[in-house]
């Protein structure tokens, strides 16, 4: 059973820091893209950040130059470091990854349960 399990959320105030860590289990045979998704209560979910397994990234226009998305291809692992955290960055975010599961011929999007992160004072 594929697993992705986040952690790091929490509060933070405005101007703070929060790293997000994702960590992909089980049986797993290659990971493409891994990303980071939020949303906000009555909004839709949205894209933060991404990253293939090449390293090449891709980030909202909201959060370019202040988060910064990295992984671990070894440890199947994908983090989100957030700085100068907003209040409008409040949202639970959800790790994703595109992989293909061992035994299976095709890739499909894994997602985490998501953590909540809320940036007030």
């Known amino acids: 059973q594929v697993q992705l399990v986040e952690s790091g959320g929490g509060l933070v105030q405005p101007g703070g820091s929060l790293r997000l860590s994702c960590a992909a289990s089980?049986?797993?045979?290659?990971?493409?893209?891994m990303g980071w998704y939020r949303q906000a209560p009555g909004k839709e979910r949205e894209l933060v950040a991404a990253i293939t397994s090449g390293g090449s990234t891709n980030y909202a226009d909201s959060v370019k130059g202040r988060f910064t998305i990295s992984r671990d291809n070894a440890k199947k692992t994908v983090s989100l470091q957030m700085n100068s955290l907003k209040p409008e960055d409040t949202a639970v975010y959800y790790c994703?990854?595109?992989?293909?599961?061992?035994?299976?011929?095709?890739?499909?999007?894994?997602w985490g349960q998501g953590t909540q992160v809320t940036v007030s004072s």
């Open positions: 089980g049986f797993i045979f290659k990971i493409n893209a």
């Open positions: 994703n990854a595109n992989l293909q599961p061992l035994y299976y011929s095709r890739t499909t999007d894994y």
